[in-house]
């Protein structure tokens, strides 16, 4: 592994020890070549210098997911609340990425702000999805009579 000197301009190779780190790989296409060695991946272990690049991404996927789930809440051609359930499966699975791969390098306000329109879509999905459950019932117990 390579550690960039920002003043020297200069590459040093370093032996790092894995255990208990959280890094970021960021995505490149091309390889380049430093000492005579191929880099491949270029994996971010600060937080400050990882932080412009995950909260881009968080961001990106973070807009695609909203926009996905807001056309899921206004169309109304679930009868059995399928697309409610799909709702709150995506929210959970956002949260839990989240959690799990970006969390040490996004700051608390934006993992708050994202918190929030998260559990607005949440109640919403929850209370459309018991309405229709409550009506499936009414049907049900009418339909015994």
């Not at 995505?27 to 270029?42: A, C, L």
């Not at 609340?81 to 990425?97: A, N, S, T, W």
């Not at 996004?106 to 009506?135: C, F, G, P, R, V």
Request: aromatic share 10%; charged share 40%; glycine share 2%.
């Amino acid at each position: 592994m390579y550690k960039l000197d920002k003043k020297k301009h200069t590459f040093k190779r370093i032996n790092y020890d894995y255990d208990d780190v959280y890094s970021y790989i960021l995505p490149s296409r091309k390889s380049f070549h430093v000492d005579g060695e191929e880099i491949v991946n270029i994996i971010l272990y600060d937080k400050k210098l990882g932080h412009p690049f995950v909260s881009r991404v968080v961001n990106h996927k973070f807009n695609k997911l909203i926009n996905e789930l807001m056309d899921l809440l206004l169309s109304d051609e679930d009868d059995d609340g399928d697309i409610y359930k799909i709702c709150l499966d995506r929210v959970e699975k956002f949260r839990l990425m989240i959690k799990v791969k970006y969390r040490k390098f996004l700051m608390k306000k934006e993992l708050e702000e994202m918190s929030k329109k998260l559990i607005i879509i949440q109640k919403e999905a929850e209370s459309k999805l018991i309405s229709i459950n409550d009506k499936n019932i009414v049907k049900s117990t009418s339909k015994g009579k």
